[in-house]
């Protein structure tokens, strides 16, 4: 039960009216007399946050999902209000001056206390705050609580206000949580190449035929070794063919650009605009060049818009569409394949096999026992951003604690240290029938400490239609198995190639259903979920994306396909 949750609020007269009653009457299957129970709770103390938490959760049940929006909004704002009260801020000030209540807000979000930050910049907004830093910061703290609409709203706006394609791509990033969101971020990413991208003259150039000479393979990232990619790029850039490949990586700056086991030429455009960087890219004769990092802070799409190498293209980082024509291709693994993918991408897909990236984890962490034999329960996890627990993988979730009643859920992420957050994750889990005293949540860690906690789930779940990454990987890499789902879009598909990859297919699920069924199932068998962990951590040591340098090869062998098709094109034109 999160703190909130927990506090009583004297009954008057009547049954059904405090907290406990309305949750015991939810998890029973009576949502219609949780909420008269909420109601009344709500008429009696109209201004508690936990009255009006309930009150969502009842509403949600019953499938009032507009009235159930406004009871979370009044819950949230009471909520946070009254934390920020009781932490010393100066709550009245923060009503009169958006300066203060901007200084409160940043505070907040700094300390990943994102709902309570995002009420803060609301009030300095409603006072007439329009600075560009509160807007994006503002739509941020929407965005890491799983607001995808309203942090869209905010982005758009900042964009509207300070149009920049640093600025632009912020409302990019957040149609990736978004219904329909691979839709609707392609035509947005085609709007962003529109407007901020040049139109220039297709430059000529002296790149010599690649048959019986090594291919020029530059990468540009802001940092390759300081990085969340860094755990992919390390192990291609080791592994890269010197007899083959000359690699050149164009990062901000060269600090700590070294230590590679191939060599690589470093050249730092952080100093360059996006004309100089591309004149100096082609002017080392890079054949391929090939984006990391995608519109993310730090972007440089803007050198490939100049056409600073024959061939362009995309890659690990962002798996959607740049929208930017002059990206010849983006490289993705056979198993993100889906009727809707070829729609959308302006980039050409290039299939590059079973795995698009290897991965190299930190450290050789050992596999401990499966926490069900000591506990005599199993414990579910996902350490995933709260911005990827959409509706449809919450209800998933709380089918399966419904069907294992004694079960357990750990949701870990650093903006879980927010208590208005783990209050509003709860309340939603209620609305399903779903005692919160099953969830727990945890906060940052790092080190062994983070490593440790693997140690207390059972079978990780991963979420949909956004699955997990490099946390997939880290899970499997610590024995951990993940469950994940064969969802209907690529998207929804980027983590097979993770579980599937490591040769355990029992843990794709077909669909909803399937997923709930084999989580319900696996966990009923303790003996079995120590035999899955044992697989799993088999699996990862021998999985495909481990193979770093065959990885690698497959990526060389696209490099040089796309370049050979470039100069097929070119020979045909002549």
């Known amino acids: 039960m999160t703190d909130t949750l927990r506090a009583d609020v004297a009954p008057e007269d009547g049954a059904a009216s405090t907290p406990d009653d309305i949750r015991c009457l939810l998890v029973d299957g009576d949502p219609i007399a949780a909420l008269g129970?909420?109601?009344?709770?709500?008429?009696k103390t109209p201004q508690s946050a936990d009255a009006n938490y309930w009150l969502f959760s009842a509403l949600s049940?019953?499938?009032?999902?507009?009235?159930?929006?406004?009871?979370?909004?009044?819950?949230?704002?009471?909520?946070?209000?009254?934390?920020?009260?009781?932490?010393?801020?100066?709550?009245?000030?923060?009503?009169?001056s958006a300066d203060v209540a901007v200084e409160v807000a940043n505070a907040l979000y700094r300390e990943r206390h994102v709902a309570m930050a995002s009420v803060a910049f609301g009030m300095a907004l409603n006072q007439g705050e329009r600075r560009r830093d509160t807007l994006l910061s503002y739509g941020l703290a929407l965005q890491h609580q799983g607001r995808a609409e309203g942090a869209i709203q905010v982005f758009r706006a900042a964009a509207d206000l300070y149009p920049s394609p640093a600025v632009h791509q912020f409302l990019l990033f957040a149609h990736f949580h978004a219904r329909d969101g691979i839709a609707r971020h392609a035509a947005e990413a085609r709007r962003w190449a529109d407007l901020y991208t040049v139109s220039a003259p297709e430059p000529a150039f002296a790149n010599r035929p690649a048959a019986g000479r090594r291919l020029r393979i530059g990468y540009v990232?802001?940092?390759?070794?300081?990085?969340?990619?860094?755990?992919?790029?390390?192990?291609?850039?080791?592994?890269?063919?010197?007899?083959?490949?000359?690699?050149?990586?164009?990062?901000?700056?060269?600090?700590?650009?070294?230590?590679?086991?191939?060599?690589?030429n470093v050249h730092p455009i952080g100093g360059l605009d996006d004309k100089f960087a591309a004149d100096l890219i082609r002017g080392l004769g890079v054949d391929v060049l090939v984006d990391v990092w995608g519109h993310t802070a730090g972007s440089r799409l803007g050198v490939f818009a100049h056409r600073a190498a024959p061939v362009q293209a995309a890659w690990l980082n962002y798996q959607q569409t740049t929208g930017l024509e002059a990206i010849d291709y983006t490289l993705h693994a056979d198993t993100v394949?889906?009727?809707?993918?070829?729609?959308?991408?302006?980039?050409?897909?290039?299939?590059?096999g079973p795995t698009s990236a290897p991965f190299r984890p930190d450290g050789n962490a050992p596999v401990t026992p499966a926490p069900?034999?000591?506990?005599?329960?199993?414990?579910?996890?996902?350490?995933?951003?709260?911005?990827?627990?959409?509706?449809?993988?919450?209800?998933?979730?709380?089918?399966?604690?419904?069907?294992?009643?004694?079960?357990?859920?750990?949701?870990k992420y650093g903006y879980f240290a927010d208590p208005v957050l783990r209050a509003v994750t709860a309340s939603r889990f209620a609305a399903h029938g779903v005692d919160p005293d099953r969830i727990e949540f945890r906060g940052h860690t790092t080190g062994e400490a983070y490593v440790a906690e693997f140690?207390?789930?059972?079978?990780?779940?991963?979420?949909?239609?956004?699955?997990?990454?490099?946390?997939?990987?880290?899970?499997?890499?610590?024995?951990?198995?993940?469950?994940?789902?064969?969802?209907?879009t690529f998207y929804a598909r980027t983590a097979l190639q993770i579980v599937a990859g490591a040769g355990l297919d029992e843990l794709v699920a077909r669909d909803w259903d399937d997923y709930v069924a084999r989580a319900v199932t696996f966990s009923a068998d303790t003996a079995g979920l120590q035999a899955l962990r044992e697989r799993t951590r088999a699996g990862f040591a021998t999985a495909i994306y481990r193979d770093e340098v065959g990885v690698?090869?497959?990526?060389?062998?696209?490099?040089?396909?796309?370049?050979?098709?470039?100069?097929?094109?070119?020979?045909?034109?002549?």
């Open 372 to 411: 069900a034999l000591r506990n005599g329960y199993a414990t579910f996890g996902s350490f995933n951003n709260p911005a990827k627990l959409t509706d449809e993988t919450l209800a998933a979730w709380a089918r399966i604690l419904k069907g294992q009643p004694t079960a357990r859920l750990i949701l």
């Open 221 to 264: 990232a802001p940092s390759f070794a300081q990085t969340q990619v860094r755990q992919f790029m390390g192990p291609v850039l080791d592994s890269h063919d010197p007899a083959a490949c000359e690699v050149f990586l164009f990062p901000a700056r060269a600090d700590g650009e070294v230590g590679w086991a191939a060599p690589v």
């Open 455 to 488: 140690g207390d789930v059972d079978l990780a779940l991963d979420p949909s239609p956004v699955p997990g990454g490099t946390t997939t990987l880290e899970a499997l890499s610590r024995g951990v198995p993940v469950l994940t789902l064969d969802g209907p």
């Open 61 to 96: 049940a019953n499938g009032e999902t507009d009235a159930a929006a406004v009871a979370l909004d009044d819950a949230r704002l009471l909520h946070a209000i009254g934390l920020m009260r009781d932490m010393g801020a100066d709550v009245v000030r923060m009503s009169q």
């Open 337 to 352: 394949d889906a009727p809707d993918m070829v729609a959308a991408f302006v980039e050409t897909v290039w299939r590059v």
């Open 37 to 43: 129970a909420a109601r009344s709770l709500v008429a």
């Open 552 to 574: 690698t090869r497959d990526l060389e062998k696209a490099y040089r396909g796309m370049f050979e098709a470039w100069e097929g094109r070119l020979a045909h034109a002549g």
